[in-house]
Nanobody
Framework: QVQFVESGGGLVQAGGSLRLSCTAS????????MGWFHQAPGKQRELVAG????????YYVDSVKGRFTISRDNAKDTVYLQMNSLKPEDTAVYYC???????????????WGQGTQVTVSS
C-alpha cells in the first residue's frame, strides 16, 4: 500500500522559513523521482519542485526558484522541501508524490497523503 506522510507545515510571517518532510512507504523510494506539489484554495494541485531518484537533478517552478530547495535521503525514504523567504502567495497545502519524471508535473501514484498546511502571513 502506497503511503505518503507529510509534515513540517505551519504559520509563518512573510520572509520566514519552513522545512517540510515527506516519508514514503509501499514504494521502492530510491528508484523514484519525487516531487512536492501545492494546492491553494480553489486552485488545482500543481508541481512546485522535483528531484531525480539519485538527487542529482532538480526542478523548480519559476515562482520558487532561488527560495526553495528540494532534497532527499534515500536511506530514510524521505524527501524534504526547504522553504525560505516565504511569501503570502506560498500559502497552500503541500503534498508529495513520486513523479514519472523529475521535471514534469505528472504524479506517479493516485494515493495522496493528508498534506501539510503552510500559511504565510503578510
Amino acid at each position: 500500500q502506497v503511503q505518503f506522510v507529510e509534515s513540517g507545515g505551519g504559520l509563518v510571517q512573510a520572509g520566514g522559513s519552513l522545512r517540510l518532510s515527506c516519508t514514503a512507504s509501499g514504494i521502492t523510494f530510491s528508484i523514484n523521482a519525487m516531487g512536492w506539489f501545492h494546492q491553494a484554495p480553489g486552485k488545482q494541485r500543481e508541481l512546485v519542485a522535483g528531484i531525480s531518484s539519485g538527487g542529482g537533478g532538480t526542478y523548480y517552478v519559476d515562482s520558487v526558484k532561488g527560495r526553495f530547495t528540494i532534497s532527499r535521503d534515500n536511506a530514510k525514504d524521505t524527501v524534504y522541501l526547504q522553504m525560505n523567504s516565504l511569501k503570502p502567495e506560498d500559502t497552500a497545502v503541500y503534498y508529495c508524490n513520486a513523479l514519472t519524471l523529475y521535471f514534469t508535473g505528472r504524479h506517479k501514484y493516485d494515493s495522496w497523503g493528508q498534506g501539510t498546511q503552510v500559511t504565510v502571513s503578510s
